[in-house]
């Protein structure tokens, strides 16, 4: 390994964001001028083209028999997303939460999660497996679709025009040959760009003497959601507040049933689990996913202190990877540790949660 390496997978994690972003605007703006409705544009396209990068990555991880990178890939960046990118947009201004988020997308995100952990039980995600998970996708995108083309609402079809609002220049610009080839460009730019990461990524690991599947769960992870964290983020800094928790959410729900869904479908032996992703990894996944439901209970948003709190666990969790892939004790000392203080704030998020939800129904029926 040497620098050149380093520069390659730079350039890569570059491709993929440009791709994703050149994808989605290209392909939002030929959908309206062929007199698709923003509604509709808004959550497929946007909401496919947001989630590009971990498609190819983990697609081509999964091809080039990097199945660690998939899987790794697909559990770390949605880790990542509620511990990392809602911890740090919270920690900002606080988020405040829809309830139709809290009745029906977070409850349905922690089913998919339960549902796909018993998937892998039997260490691998078969192809038909694969199939069932990516069929799930197109039904709740169809339930999506919907609910949202019934809902006449301003607010709601205002929020999907600025999804795909388009920019203003010159007539070349705009034109539908333009657009077309920024779709070209933009999966060129996804396919190069995968290819570069997860080959790059994989010759950082073997060099350093860490697993492939801990740098899918950091670094690739990290790289492959900075959309969404660039997303989430600015809307917090700007005041939109609840378009940070609906986009990390409906995000990954489609990690698990798109991303993964798709990368074993593809492979001819399906997508391999490595035994750590069962033991710690994606009950990690798993956990945060879980006291997002508590937390957004406690007074429909998630407070400051608590995305800070958030965003400690993220930075605890990394470290103990690290500390785990050298030759040390602490990492036992430190899961020790975890066993302790992880449980007891479990248990004061969910106490603050079910009194807010108490609270919520004392108020519906005065």
């Not at 078969?126 to 919907?146: C, D, H, Q």
């Not at 992870?221 to 609840?242: K, M």
């Amino acid at each position: 390994m040497d620098f050149l390496t380093f520069v390659w997978l730079v350039v890569g994690l570059v491709c993929l964001v440009f791709g994703a972003e050149w994808l989605v605007r290209g392909a939002s703006s030929v959908a309206t001028k062929l007199g698709v409705a923003p509604i509709v544009v808004g959550l497929t396209v946007v909401a496919f083209g947001t989630s590009a990068p971990e498609m190819a990555v983990s697609v081509s991880g999964a091809l080039s028999g990097s199945a660690d990178i998939a899987i790794g890939n697909v559990v770390g960046s949605n880790t990542a997303n509620i511990l990392l990118i809602l911890g740090l947009s919270a920690a900002i201004s606080g988020l405040s939460i829809e309830q139709r988020l809290l009745k029906f997308d977070i409850p349905v995100l922690i089913l998919i999660s339960l549902a796909t952990y018993g998937l892998i039980l039997n260490d691998v995600v078969s192809r038909v497996e694969g199939a069932v998970l990516f069929l799930g996708v197109i039904a709740y995108t169809g339930w999506l679709l919907r609910g949202a083309l019934k809902d006449e609402s301003v607010a709601v079809e205002a929020e999907y025009k600025e999804a795909i609002e388009v920019v203003e220049g010159p007539t070349f610009f705009m034109s539908l040959t333009f657009q077309i080839g920024l779709i070209v460009v933009g999966l060129a730019l996804l396919v190069l760009g995968s290819q570069l990461l997860v080959n790059s990524a994989t010759e950082i690991a073997s060099a350093l003497g860490v697993s492939d599947l801990v740098i899918g769960l950091t670094v690739v992870a990290v790289g492959t959601s900075l959309p969404e964290l660039a997303t989430s983020v600015l809307a917090a800094i700007r005041g939109q507040r609840d378009m940070a928790v609906g986009n990390v959410v409906g995000s990954n729900i489609f990690n698990l049933l798109a991303v993964l869904g798709a990368s074993a479908a593809v492979s001819s032996k399906g997508v391999a689990v490595n035994s750590e992703v069962i033991r710690l990894d994606f009950p990690v996944m798993l956990a945060a996913t879980i006291v997002l439901l508590p937390i957004c209970w406690d007074g429909f948003m998630i407070k400051k202190w608590e995305g800070s709190l958030l965003v400690l666990f993220y930075v605890a969790y990394v470290a103990y990877l690290i500390m785990e892939a050298g030759d040390s004790t602490a990492p036992e000392l430190y899961r020790t540790a975890m066993l302790i203080i992880v449980p007891l704030v479990l248990v004061i998020y969910g106490a603050a949660g079910f009194q807010g939800w108490r609270k919520h129904r004392a108020a519906q029926r005065t």
